[in-house]
Every structure is written in structure tokens, then in C-alpha cells.
């Protein structure tokens, strides 16, 4: 089955700085990557995704890019504001009928003033 | 904007004892899910539910647990006979289409078994 690492599992910036989040994946038939962010205590929100058939996908301060000859796909965050702080996810999922979602480990971001 | 809605939002249960974690899912959604973080932990797949019956199930969901949609708008997860271990916050979540797009989750409910 599907199995997704998330690097680097906590990541300290001051605010102003980009934050780069990297997962890698194992099933090269997955072809479906969204990001989460998840504050304490909260449910995950879905914050950008992306489809096998893009390279790379970006919404204001937030872009994701992704590699499929290498299995790996990366969230960046610019202009990091203190209200950026909170546990980011991956996923990544098979393109076919009820598919579970596969979460990464989780990366704890710090964005201090 | 619809949501995904979970009650109670946190149970202390006693080891043992059976729990019903209840969730109402997106009114025109047709997939819906159970998940479960452990805190601190990553977010895992606990089962998949569509026309009325499991479409997959990950090796946490044992006998010891079910899902049912009672009616056209609840869908609930029992814990038969709870054990320290199931300590973590279920997460209900549904989906228009089957194919991870469109996931929405509700907000949890925290389970302590004591």
C-alpha cells in the first residue's frame, strides 16, 4: 500500500522567511496530493492540492510542486506571518473510487515574529 | 459553506465500555470516512463507507469496530469494548466524489478512555 514521508517533522522561521515542507510517496499510481494544515486541536483544512497532471499549482503565498519521476512533492509557504504556525500534512491518494487518504507525519511549523 | 458535523465533541469513557462517536455528513455527499489521530500523531485511515457498505477498512478497524448510517443523514462509529489505546481524537469525513477530491472533515470528537 501507499506510504508517505514528510520531512522535516518541525521547522523554525522567522516571519518574512519562506518555509519549504518535502514528502515523498511510494505508489506511483497516486496522482492525487493535498496539503493540510492543522491547528491544535482542530480538523486538518485542506490549504492547496494537486492533480499527477500538474507540475506545480500556486495560491497567494502558497505553491505546490510536484516530481512524479521521483515521487515527491513540496509545500512552500512565502512571506511566512505568525498565523502560518500550525502542523502541516500531506497526502496523497489513488484517483479511483473511495480512496483513502495516505497522511504524511506531519510538520510542525513555527513562525516567530 | 456546508459542514461536516461531529457530536460530542469530547467523551471520557471508561475501559470497556461501549462508545457511538456520531457525525453528519455533507447533505449530497456519498462517501464518507473515519479517521483517527492519536495526539502528536499523523492522521490514519480507520475505514471507507459507500451505498451502505464498507468499500475498505485499514487494519485499526478490527471487531471491535463498526459503522453504521442508521438513517439518510447520521453515520456513526462504535467502539464495542474500548481499551486504553483508543484514546484519540476520530475524525468523520465525506466526500462528493470517491477520489480524495472534495474531502471535507468534521470537527472530531476527543475520545479518553480512563
Known amino acids: 500500500g501507499e506510504n508517505v514521508e514528510q520531512h522535516p517533522s518541525t521547522l523554525s522561521v522567522q516571519e518574512g522567511d519562506s518555509a519549504v515542507i518535502k514528502c515523498t510517496y511510494s505508489d506511483s499510481a497516486s496522482n492525487y496530493f493535498p496539503w493540510y494544515k492543522q491547528e491544535l486541536g482542530k480538523r486538518p483544512q485542506l490549504i492547496i492540492d494537486?492533480?499527477?497532471?500538474?507540475g506545480e499549482k500556486k495560491d497567494q503565498r502558497i505553491a505546490v510542486t510536484l516530481n512524479k519521476t521521483a515521487k515527491h512533492f513540496s509545500l512552500h509557504i512565502t512571506e511566512t506571518q505568525p498565523e502560518d504556525s500550525a502542523v502541516y500534512f500531506c497526502?496523497?491518494?489513488?484517483?479511483?473510487?473511495?480512496?483513502?487518504?495516505?497522511f504524511g507525519t506531519g510538520t510542525r511549523l513555527l513562525v516567530s515574529p | 459553506e456546508p459542514e461536516v458535523t461531529q457530536t460530542p465533541s469530547h467523551q471520557v469513557t471508561q475501559m470497556g465500555q461501549e462508545v457511538i462517536l456520531r457525525c453528519v455528513p455533507i447533505?449530497?455527499?456519498?462517501?464518507f470516512y473515519w479517521y483517527r489521530q492519536i495526539l502528536g500523531q499523523k492522521v490514519e485511515f480507520l475505514v471507507s463507507?459507500?451505498?451502505?457498505?464498507?468499500?475498505?477498512k485499514s487494519e485499526i478497524f478490527d471487531d471491535q469496530f463498526s459503522v453504521e448510517r442508521p438513517d439518510g443523514s447520521n453515520f456513526t462509529l462504535k467502539i464495542r469494548s474500548t481499551k486504553l489505546e483508543d484514546s484519540a481524537m476520530y475524525f468523520c469525513a465525506s466526500s462528493g466524489q470517491g477520489n480524495g477530491y472534495g474531502y471535507t472533515f468534521g470537527s472530531g470528537t476527543r475520545l479518553t478512555v480512563v
Open positions: 447533505s449530497n455527499h456519498l462517501y
Open positions: 494537486i492533480r499527477s497532471n500538474v
Open positions: 497526502a496523497a491518494t489513488l484517483n479511483t473510487g473511495f480512496q483513502k487518504l495516505v
Open positions: 463507507f459507500y451505498n451502505n457498505e464498507i468499500s475498505e
